[in-house]
């Protein structure tokens, strides 16, 4: 049975997902707190009673939609599948996730703002790129026992396939430089990621 928020609750929700929208539309100097109050209701009091003030909520709306992007990660049905394929379909949907417009406009709306606050950078890559390679690495610990001839720390191979995905792919999006690609491209930048980075590991694991 679900359980029932409280006003205050529902009420900071609504603040946290108004000010996320505004902040990727304007950035971080194009909204105010009047802004978002008149959009979402409650008060600038709240505002600073519950977050601190425009930057504090700004650091909440990065975790949250950080956390909205990469959640269907969390429900990938592996079964059935060797790590090989695993990892093929998980890095499919790391890059699906990632190339999406509005992961894209985050990315460029938290590194620009990181510069003058750090503590927005902190949130950005905790919840973002840290969370996203977490999976990788949960998956592999998994099955650690189809990759103990490897003395490549599965930390490390998890950075490496998540940083071999988010490469070009990403950088060029970033630039504004051509549309985002269909799923069979992407699917095939996946697959090759995890031949590049895992397949001679994997193939003497099988």
């Known amino acids: 049975m679900a359980i029932k928020k409280s006003r205050s609750e529902v009420r900071n929700v609504r603040l946290q997902k108004v000010a996320a929208d ?17 959009v979402a209701g409650g008060s600038k009091s709240t505002v600073y009673s519950e977050f601190g003030g425009k930057c504090g909520l700004f650091i909440r709306s990065i975790e949250n939609l ?13 079964s059935e599948l060797n790590l090989k394929d695993s990892l093929r379909k998980l890095s499919f949907h790391i ?9 894209v406009e985050l990315h460029r709306l938290a590194i620009g703002e990181a510069v003058s606050c750090p503590e927005v ?5 905790k919840y973002g790129p840290a969370r996203t390679a977490s999976f990788i690495l949960a998956l592999l610990e998994s099955r650690r026992d189809e990759l103990r ?6 930390e490390r191979l998890a950075v490496m396939l998540h940083d071999a995905l988010t490469g070009d ?9 051509g549309k985002r690609e269909d ?6 930048r996946a697959d090759a990621a995890v ?8 193939s003497e694991a099988t």
């Not at 902040?23 to 008149?38: C, H, M, Q, S, W």
């Not at 890059?95 to 992961?103: A, M």
């Not at 001839?149 to 599965?154: H, M, R, S, V, Y």
């Open 22 to 38: 505004l902040f990727l539309k304007r950035g971080y100097d194009g909204v105010t707190i009047d802004n978002i109050v008149e």
């Open 66 to 78: 950080c956390r909205e992007s990469n959640e269907p990660l969390a429900k990938i049905d592996y």
């Open 95 to 103: 890059l699906r996730l990632i190339t999406e417009k509005r992961s």
């Open 121 to 125: 950078g902190e949130a950005w890559y």
């Open 149 to 154: 001839n490897t003395a490549i720390p599965l």
């Open 169 to 177: 792919v990403l950088y060029r999006l970033l630039a504004g430089l």
């Open 183 to 188: 799923d069979a491209s992407l699917q095939q």
């Open 195 to 202: 031949e590049a980075v895992l397949g001679q590991i994997l």
